[in-house]
């Protein structure tokens, strides 16, 4: 286990404030949310090389000045990451116990939850695995992506090293960091592979094909999310299953 500095929280890096989001900011988030998906259709349907910002625009029913003040390209609008954390899940990660299965167990929590409050609209299993071939048939688009999911896990791990009490280069924040987001990963890869809701092939709203722990017509990734922190904690436990 990393030891902890003599100098304790005076040499962790203290977690940066994120403004919390208001109703402006709500819309311009489901803005730039409508502008990507529509980008995504587009592209996985004639194209990287034949679609254009003025077709992304229309599709998105906005005008195409109203693009340019989200995204600068076509690239960037397909490239999206994981949005910056807000204030309370900067709080909830960055306060309580400092032992590092509580962090973990408090990291995951978050991660999970923000999925229960801004779960994938209906098609997101198609939109998911669209955006993977979109990236795997365009290396230039998996860098940016890629670039992107480091830059937040970074930003995650600044956080726990201010709860852990430890510099940002120590390896403990990133380990726990990793380990989290590797639930997440595992949790979206079981998702995306499921059975399509028949609410995103014709819109009839039923609960087909999801597990039988999830609430009917539930398309988020959550409960997968959940599982695989089950798992990790068995894993981690030490007691006997």
Known sequence: MTSRPSSSRDSASAPPSAAPEGLRARRRRETAQAIH???????????????????????????????FNYFPTKESALSVGPPPLTDEQRRRIAEGDPRP???????????????????????????????VRIASAHPELAAVLHAR???????LAG?????????????????LTGLALSVVRVGLRQWSTGEDEPAERDGTPTGAGRRDTDEPGDS????ELRHAAALLRTLLSDQPE
């Open 37 to 67: 998906a529509a980008a995504v259709r587009l592209v996985e349907r004639d194209g990287l090389a034949h679609v254009t910002v003025d077709m992304i625009s229309a599709e998105a029913g906005i005008s195409p000045r109203t693009f």
């Open 149 to 155: 999911f480091d830059a937040f896990e970074n930003e």
């Open 220 to 223: 988020s990734p959550a409960a």
């Open 101 to 131: 299965r509580r962090v973990l167990e408090d990291l995951v929590d978050v991660l999970i939850h923000q999925l229960d409050e801004d779960p994938p609209p209906p098609g997101g299993r198609r939109h998911f695995r669209a955006m």
């Open 159 to 175: 956080v726990v090293a201010h709860r852990l009490g430890v510099p940002a280069s120590d390896p403990l924040p990133a380990l």
